[in-house]
Nanobody
Framework: QVQLVQSGGGLVQPGGSLRLSCAAS????????IAWFRQGPGKEREFVAH????????YYADSVKGRFTISRNNTQKMAYLQMNNLKPEDTAVYLC?????????????????WGQGTQVTVSS
């Protein structure tokens, strides 16, 4: 099993940047694929980005491609989401998630482990 604890987030102006962190505890962090999702007010949970076990492959939602970067450090058991050029429509609660299969999935139902969520608000 793996437990995920998030940090980062907050209020930022349009065009600004934030970095979200996801700290894992438990064994074999490197054997879990990591993803970030977000959920805006009144909206369904939405896929943002995914990174495979060793960080070799990354995948992004079209809405964040070129602005967000997912990364991981397996030695430190950390995953990150660097968010640049933030827009008001990026406002949401962001959640990191983990799953044992390495293949990318955009479905929240395919992830068995979740962080507690962190609020990101983009507003002037």
């Amino acid at each position: 099993q793996v437990q995920l604890v998030q940090s980062g987030g907050g209020l930022v102006q349009p065009g600004g940047s934030l970095r979200l962190s996801c700290a894992a505890s438990g064994r074999s962090f490197g054997a879990y694929a990591i993803a970030w999702f977000r959920q805006g007010p009144g909206k369904e949970r939405e896929f943002v980005a995914h990174i495979t076990w060793l960080g070799v492959s990354t995948y992004y939602a079209d809405s964040v491609k070129g602005r967000f970067t997912i990364s991981r450090n397996n030695t430190q058991k950390m995953a990150y989401l660097q968010m640049n050029n933030l827009k008001p429509e990026d406002t949401a609660v962001y959640l990191c998630a983990a799953r044992r299969p390495n293949a990318m999935s955009r479905s929240p139902a395919d992830y068995g482990y979740w962080g507690q969520g962190t609020q990101v608000t983009v507003s002037s």
